[in-house]
């Protein structure tokens, strides 16, 4: 209905802005990139909510799987053209108070971008299975249609993928000097 019912659109909208910012903030640093993402997902939204079947998973697994596709999209072209000339005539005007919002959104997600940093080394299906999970709160069900994977697929990814990233972890820290760790 959201691809025909203006109302339903605006309810839909609202009902998951909030966790489509967030999401896009933890993978995305400039404000001005943030706004245009998260308008790109509820726009691909509107124009496939036909092929959006429940069955598969839930509707805000469904936004975070056209997120994620975005996001990667997004990241593709930039890597192609320089970042400086991308973002001085790619920019759309944003209101002071929105790009204030968006920037504290970003600072409160950085944490969780330095931690997305630190998991590549794994693959990029792995890597979003942990975020989907972790970080966005999907079930491993949710998270699999997310990614058009089995159920079973993806809870087998995900125990290898935390017990990689385990330690991985356990070897950083035993790298890092005792000083370096507040000790």
Request: aromatic share 8%; proline share 3%.
């Given at each position: 209905m959201i691809g025909r019912d203006r109302a339903v659109l605006e309810w839909f909208y609202r009902a998951h802005l909030d966790a489509v910012?967030?999401?896009v903030a933890r993978r995305v640093r400039d404000p001005h990139t943030a706004?245009?993402?998260t308008a790109d997902v509820f726009l691909a939204a509107m124009t496939t909510a036909s092929r959006y079947d429940p069955d598969r998973g839930s509707a805000r697994a469904w936004l975070?799987?056209?997120?994620?596709r975005v996001i990667a999209d997004t990241q593709r072209r930039a890597a192609r053209r320089w970042r400086a000339a991308e973002r001085e005539t790619n920019r759309r005007t944003l209101h002071d108070d929105a790009i204030t919002r968006l920037e504290e959104q970003l600072d409160a997600a950085s944490a969780a971008r330095e931690l997305r940093?630190?998991?590549g080394q794994l693959s990029r299906t792995d890597r979003a299975l942990i975020e989907l999970t972790a970080l966005d709160g999907l079930s491993i069900t949710d998270a699999a249609s997310a990614l058009n994977l089995?159920?079973?697929?993806?809870?087998?990814?995900?125990h290898r993928?935390?017990?990689k990233l385990?330690?991985?972890?356990?070897?950083?820290?035993?790298?890092?000097?005792a000083t370096s760790r507040g000790i």
């Open positions: 910012e967030n999401f706004a245009d993402v975070f799987g056209i997120a994620y940093d630190s998991l089995s159920a079973g697929a993806a809870r087998v990814r995900l993928a935390k017990r385990r330690q991985t972890v356990e070897c950083a820290r035993n790298t890092v000097p």
